[in-house]
């Protein structure tokens, strides 16, 4: 079954493998009348490219993008945007031995199971190189929300238990352009130390390590969002658990609400005597959305990643002939995958919120008149 | 916009208000041929009932199906099955007072913004008793898939902060009779009591509980799911993320995850002498899914619900004119949800599952001639 | 699979079969504040009636609906509206005899091929009772346009041959009024007439007859219509070939076109000096749509409808049983469907130009920005 | 919104401006292990390539395929096919005079309307060199349907009213063969050297003609199509009316039904004695289709293209100013664009079949049975 494509309106189509001539997305639905050029998607995808620290792989992956379609004079024409990246540092000679087994916590087996046979190399389609698709159309969606003066911003908040000292804190108060510029994508110098200090210990121990990424979205409009099943928490979820290694999904303040009690996790509202007649929360327990539809108030997910997989330790596991055996992964594979996830999970949101934002547009035919009647 | 179809295959789209002449669901794509009747409807939708306990709201809501559609001879036709359940025990005078104001925690205002007005009685479609139409629509799945030999069963696992035992343990260590019988609908009878003292503090303090609902799928099949954006588990999570009050969606490991190791998270993969020639994993730390989609062992995952956002204290909030204002909200509300979310949880994991397990059917080649050549 | 929804945006969910408990509709994705109540949809359910005229089945179907959700106070509330049409007068014992063999030109045979086997009375799901859900939406897609200035109107172009004078007229010189109360639908009293007496000729001779539906919108705005697939003209055909018995599809001068030179066939463009500065077309060969899209003329649609498939003749047919038989059809049928159809390919057209209208709103960045920025 | 995707389990998604960089799709949903190369797709797109005749343009377009992704070791693997055509011969310079004005017959106008500018080079998103994705999934699609035994078989029927002698003939008495080598595509010699001569005055005349193509899909299993809106007669309307230039759509009999009589209209079962106890019809005015489903006859379509609206006539229109103005088109353009279409017509159905076709196997509880339990 087709289940490569994601989003209604906003709609993005994500196809290629690790080693395959190239991998891309078609981005449709994108509004005629945005200024957009290669180097807006480029600097998204410099985000997620491996070689950046020692806690990414040290493959050299230049990831250039091309648009072949859908723009004309420099601006976005309404129709579909096709963009491809070339697969060019790849060696297959590098991962033929893993086509005969199993690797544990990767989608070899799964996918034997579901297609008969898989493309080995370098995981294929279950490749982290998957996410390129998503970073390019990210790029666009994030741009576009961009004019409408909404901004999202993802960052590392954890790494192996190690967290940034106020996870819910005002954005602002965050360091945002230190989570640019470090290895670990933590907003908060100190701490990211610490992580990497962790990272060089898991390292040493052939191990690899997990983490939390959290992304906020600001200047959100109240409204949005399709109950029941359309509701933008909802999407939202299915967006971030889509990425490979997500296992846990968060809004607002996730796990915590099922041991709260009403009175301290309901948020007041209250008249924002700054804000011209505005009604805002008190708090935001709730994480920016109310009966699935956003109130006005900032956006907070967290999603929790698994440790990478590929570690370098001896594991059991089986053979496609039926056979236990014990094997050892060579290669080269990040200890975590979390810093170069931060851009695929600001990505994931803000083609998620873009989409919801167009739905939302047809809700009231006050509105609609306001569009056809002149 | 369009919000209130759920699936592909198996497609649920749900309607109706609190207060409105009913509630209802129409399933469509539910295969031909399986034997079905209201009183398999109704034993789902009992169980959601409210006047179990003294936990749960002591309205009279007598809630019986009359399936319209799709039956015939006593077995599913292939066409839409249409069922209904009426609104009986509403008195819309319970609610006018909310009328003006925003409830804390509750979806008024958003609708509001988004539509230009709502339907405030009894919460309109943001109620629980929306619900309905998704738990008729899982009995159904439920159904379907007990026939391919697949159970899921969903529990409370934890009612702020108290929580059963062993969490992760095998299910049939878990004691789902008393789960189906106490008013907590945990599997542990202690545990149960502990969760219900403290559900009688939180009424004595007119406060309100949250907790954990854990769902379990056994006798899955592996190869279900659809890369990258079809996934099993980012399916569940939407489903699940789209109940009302879920604000964190976990599987197998979940959160823990984040500060997890590969060397402990990875599943090994060995033969099982027990079962002729099938490959099973020696631990389940993935919860099932590998790679998105179904690796054959035992699926399990947790939805997080806040606490009744309805609190019989005093609370903050502004009205429609924009002042603010002190409330205290009268009228009949559950302490606690989660014990008849219980169904719902197993009813959108049921509904997923099946979805998912008919896309399935059409990813390989070999398997399509076998259907089609004779 | 599912296959009883149709529309994105504005998305309609049919249900029901001719002899079961009811008939009726989910639609999902209307705006809030449209004014509307069940008198509105009734008076669209009324015009697709049996027992209006000789031609029509002499049932006394009453088809009174209910609507059951989505309305307050009188208006949509942007939630799902459920309608729900009892079955009233259907008799099963009239249709015993077919369960046993398959009826020349009807569904029998396909359905019990693809379901295993088949609600028999009155057809079940492939019943003309079917169109009643889409009746019922296709009132509100109507009363929705009529609010944006937008006019849908059908009528019975052809019965067995017999036009009217001239089909390509402007609607203002076609007397709707002739068509809304004649026996026909067609809105030529003359040839109303000569159909009438082809009708009675046709039912003599234990025959049925065919006949052409015409559909103009009129005061379409330009701009509606998503290329390459989702093209207005692409749904309309859709919309209208899944309607029972048609079996072609026209737009503009349709089949004409085949046969026809560009000189002719083109379109010139003109301003319209008495509408301010507007572009206009001085012929419409293209009915409405160029390139998928709304040119802002009059969309002019036809269909084809077969001959009613239930005759008096005897005719040759097989059993299921497999064996060839001869039989010779009971009961009550229309010696044509087509007058009783008009409303539905009215229906069907409104629905499908109100979704595409409400997709086109979010083509635009610069609209887009007009929505969300105050 | 987005509208370059069309199907469900088998999904494309295609994308390109005449003069943009390249044009492309990506096919979603292709089951694993179909054995599949390039020279496959090519063949197909080297049957829509102009240069082939002097009815065709004289570009010199390559239109060579590059596959990016989905196939490993000469098998698809049922993850997304991404396949690419550059543009090459494209020379802006010869259309920057229609970036001013609004060429009648063309969507300049439209596409300006919907998103306030267009891409002019070469009509852009609604070239016809748009279908080269559609082609290239089709070659997908047909290789898939014959594994199963199926073929679909376009040819032309007539050009400008000039038709082949029998058009409802069996497929076996057409010349497919040379259909497939001479200029138009006609499957009669004589009717070809016909037309041919009718082109040639058409060109003369500085005019353009339109014409018939028919589809046929041979062995076609029965019980493909899902009531009431995913009909099988539905989607092919869809399809083949979402190719540019298509005004009217015909199954079986078609247009003709509207005259016919029951009696002589409905096609009679009948057991065949050759084939071991298989249902069969004596005639198949249906054109393989009752209610919406496949009967296991023979598929019979037919789509109506509309003559070239590029001629070289002088022609009234409008600019950008709004000025009314006499233009004369240059350029190269084909006098009709029907030979051409051809295969596209194969592949549109083809697609469309196979989506269906894929749909079809999750309607029986019993072959899902069979299907998952060992």
């Known amino acids: 079954m087709a289940g490569s494509t994601f989003g209604n309106l906003f709609k993005i189509t994500t196809w290629g493998e690790s080693h395959g001539p190239g991998i891309g997305v078609v981005v449709d639905g994108c509004p005629a009348g945005l200024a957009l050029n290669e180097a807006d998607i480029q600097s998204f995808l410099d985000r997620r490219k491996p070689g950046v620290s020692r806690y990414a792989t040290q493959r050299n992956e230049s990831d ?37 087994y199993y690797r544990p916590g990767h989608a070899d087996y ?74 670990t994508g933590m907003p908060d110098k100190e701490t990211s130390l610490k992580a990497e200090a962790y990272l060089k210990q898991c390292m040493e121990n052939l191990d690899s390590a997990g983490g939390i990424i959290a992304c906020r979205v600001s200047n959100m409009p109240a409204g949005v969002g399709e109950p029941v099943f359309e509701k933008l928490d ?21 796990v915590k609400v099922s041991s709260a009690n009403g009175s301290s996790n309901n948020d007041s509202f209250r008249m924002n005597d700054n804000v011209n007649h505005k009604i805002t929360k008190t708090t935001n327990h709730a994480g920016g959305i109310l ?26 596991t089986v053979n496609r002939d039926g056979e236990n055996i014990t094997v050892q992964i060579k290669g080269r594979h990040d200890p975590i995958i979390v810093p170069r996830a931060v851009v695929v999970v600001e990505s994931m949101t803000a083609i998620t919120v873009l989409d919801l934002l167009l739905q ?15």
Not at 75 to 84: A, C, H, N, V
Not at 118 to 139: F, K
Not at 234 to 254: H, R, T
């Open 234 to 254: 909802a999407n939202l979820a299915k967006a971030i658990m889509s990425i490979g290694a997500v296992k846990a999904f968060e809004i607002g303040d996730g």
């Open 110 to 183: 799964t996918f034997d199971e579901k297609y008969g046979f898989r493309d080995y190399r370098g995981g294929g389609r279950s490749s982290g190189r998957e996410t390129i698709g998503r970073v390019a159309a990210g790029a666009i969606a994030a741009k576009l929300l961009a004019e409408l003066g909404i901004t999202v911003t993802a960052y590392t908040q954890a790494i192996g238990g190690i967290e940034i000292p106020d996870p819910q804190c005002p954005l602002e108060l965050l360091d945002i352009n230190e989570a640019r510029n470090n290895p």
């Open 291 to 316: 009966g699935g539809i956003s109130d006005g108030s900032e956006i907070i997910l967290r999603a929790h990643f698994k440790p990478t997989p590929s570690i370098f330790q001896k594991q059991d």
């Open 360 to 374: 939302n547009m047809t809700s009231r035919i006050d509105k609609i008149k306001q569009f056809y009647i002149k």
């Open 64 to 100: 250039s993008v091309e648009i072949l379609s859908g723009i004309f004079e420099g601006k976005t024409t309404g129709t579909p945007l096709s963009m491809l990246v070339r697969n060019t540092s790849q060696k297959s000679s590098d991962y033929s031995e893993i086509a005969s």
